[in-house]
């Protein structure tokens, strides 16, 4: 599986600002290593104009899973969680190594939160003042149907509750990432601004592919 993204930058300066900034031009941060983001067609709530809908609440009733919000590095790592993650992207024709994930997890890395859902999924975050970038989710593969949706939901409520301005979803690059549309208050980057034409989006699923890989 490839990544699309237009521009690389690496960053030094690790402050809230900043950051704030480098996300709102586009850029989110990568497990390439400390300090590098990459711009991509990102896609991010307005938290102040979210709200659950009716599907919504039907998946969090389906995906009966609690979730915890642990600082990183993370103290509890164990080889099975590196293990789900590697199955679990294996699984999606994607490469995210153990030694990878356990690297994010228990060093001082990009990402400073990890989302436990009940120790049958995780999602590897960054948090500061003003956001919350829901990253690299992955759970049991034989998991409910629905949980990578609930999972998703379930940050986007932490996230809002939490008094946070936007969440950050990953981006969209394939038809398959459809389902972050449904969203109340999503907006997605054009590759020069922030764009709220979902109609626009879904064109640009279907009718082109990555120009650029990471």
């Not at 991509?40 to 102040?48: H, P």
């Not at 080889?79 to 590697?86: D, H, Q, R, S």
């Amino acid at each position: 599986m490839s990544y699309l993204h237009w521009k690389e930058e690496n960053i030094s300066d690790f402050s809230d600002e900043n950051t704030a900034r480098m996300y709102g031009e586009g850029f989110v941060f990568t497990r390439a290593g400390r300090g590098i983001m990459h711009q991509t067609r990102s896609v991010r709530i307005d938290l102040s104009k979210f709200e659950l809908s009716s599907e919504n609440r039907r998946i969090l009733k389906k995906v009966e899973v609690e979730m915890k919000a642990e600082e990183l590095p993370y103290k509890n790592y164990s080889w099975e969680i590196g293990k789900m993650g590697k199955d679990f992207y294996e699984s999606r024709d994607a490469v995210f190594t153990a030694n990878k994930i356990k690297e994010l997890l228990t060093t001082d890395h990009n990402f400073n939160l990890l989302l436990n859902y009940s120790d049958i999924g995780y999602a590897i975050c960054f948090e500061d003042k003003e956001i919350l970038h829901y990253s690299y989710p992955f759970y049991k593969l034989d998991a409910p149907k629905d949980t990578g949706l609930g999972m998703m939901i379930k940050a986007i409520i932490y996230a809002k509750e939490n008094g946070l301005k936007y969440i950050y979803l990953g981006s969209l690059q394939r038809p398959s990432d459809t389902y972050k549309l449904q969203f109340e208050g999503l907006e997605w980057f054009d590759g020069e601004m922030w764009s709220k034409d979902l109609e626009e989006a879904k064109k640009v699923l279907f009718e082109t592919l990555p120009t650029s890989l990471s």
